[in-house]
């Protein structure tokens, strides 16, 4: 009868065993990824759950992130970045794109005027500008065809809707992984007029990656950010240079999504303390990658 007794009460626990091992533990999809193999990822890990402890980030929220070193040509930290979220502001990135694409091939004028456009439109995120340039290259449906044609490998990107005059934009899709693709391209000058393109991203605006971080004033950032209540996002190339003073760049991504936030009953704090909150982990987290990226090229920075 004992034998009989714990031979049920071993089946329970590596019953048991086998089930927590199956549960959701953590928010990386690409762990068993052999081409990833950094402490970053665990270490970015590590912080959201911190953030879901503390009540900050609900169970209805989900973050995606990527750290890709542009020295190495290699990407660092993948957490959910196929998952498909609302694009927000960042669909600007592929607006201009379309735009340049249209330039290069001879069916636009890159006129004052649009210059001006894209400035308003990148620096001071101006849903008019993305509107001016989303009517002069057909419309939406037109836009994101091209961007389909011609660009394939933003796959999970969609360009479906104008962005309201109220800004709410909700319909527009893309992912942390095709904002990272878009960044390595860019930087890489696979992209049409990348060099210009980088003019506008350069250009300061406000961001969650950079500025109320302890990352050095000496770095430089080419950067977007998206914002809507229900998604915070903020994706660009931040330019370090090591003891040495060589270049080290890499592209950092992070997005945070609560799709129940589209719904104006299910907010219980102000837009602008929601942005708030999820701004601070985002610039949290982008300290840490600041911090790992640095030391691994023999600098001595120091998160504390």
Same mark, same amino acid.
């Given at each position: 009868m004992i034998n009989v007794y714990f031979k049920r009460v071993i089946g329970? %626990?590596?019953c048991c065993g086998f089930c927590v091992l199956l549960g959701p &533990? &953590? /928010?990386i999809q690409a762990a068993h990824d052999p081409t990833i193999d950094s402490p970053l990822e665990q270490t970015i890990d590590d912080v959201i759950k911190q953030f879901r402890r *503390?009540? &900050?980030?609900?169970? &209805? /929220?989900r973050t995606s992130f990527v750290v890709h070193d542009l020295t190495r040509g290699k990407k660092l930290v993948s957490i959910n970045e196929n998952r498909q979220m609302m694009a927000a502001s960042l669909v600007k990135n592929f607006v201009m794109l379309i735009y340049f694409h249209e330039v290069k091939q001879g069916r636009l004028y890159h006129s004052n005027r649009n210059k001006e456009h894209l400035k308003k439109?990148? =620096?001071y995120s101006s849903n008019t500008s993305t509107n001016y340039f989303m009517r002069l290259l057909g419309g939406p449906y037109r836009v994101n065809s091209k961007l389909r044609a011609n660009y394939p490998v933003f796959k999970h990107t969609k360009i479906i809707e104008?962005?309201?005059?109220n800004g709410r934009t909700y319909r527009n899709l893309t992912s942390a992984r095709d904002l990272n /693709?878009?960044?390595?391209?860019?930087?890489?000058? *696979? %992209?049409?007029?990348s060099d210009k393109m980088k003019y506008y991203f350069e250009l300061p605006n406000g961001d969650y990656i950079y500025k109320k971080t302890r990352i050095p004033a000496s770095a430089k950032v080419l950067n977007k950010t998206g914002t809507v209540y229900g998604l915070i996002g903020d994706s660009g190339i931040i330019v370090m240079r090591d003891p040495k003073g060589n270049l080290r760049p890499y592209v950092f991504t992070g997005l945070i999504e609560d799709k129940t936030k589209t719904n104006t009953r299910r907010r219980r704090i102000s837009f602008g303390a929601w942005v708030g909150? =999820?701004?601070n982990i985002l610039r949290r987290v982008s300290e840490r990658v600041y911090d790992y990226i640095d030391n691994t090229y023999g600098g001595s920075f120091v998160l504390r």
């Open positions: 329970i %626990l590596v &533990t &953590t /928010e *503390k009540g &900050t980030l609900a169970s &209805t /929220e439109m990148i =620096r104008y962005i309201p005059a /693709e878009f960044y390595v391209r860019l930087w890489n000058n *696979k %992209l049409p007029y909150q =999820r701004a």
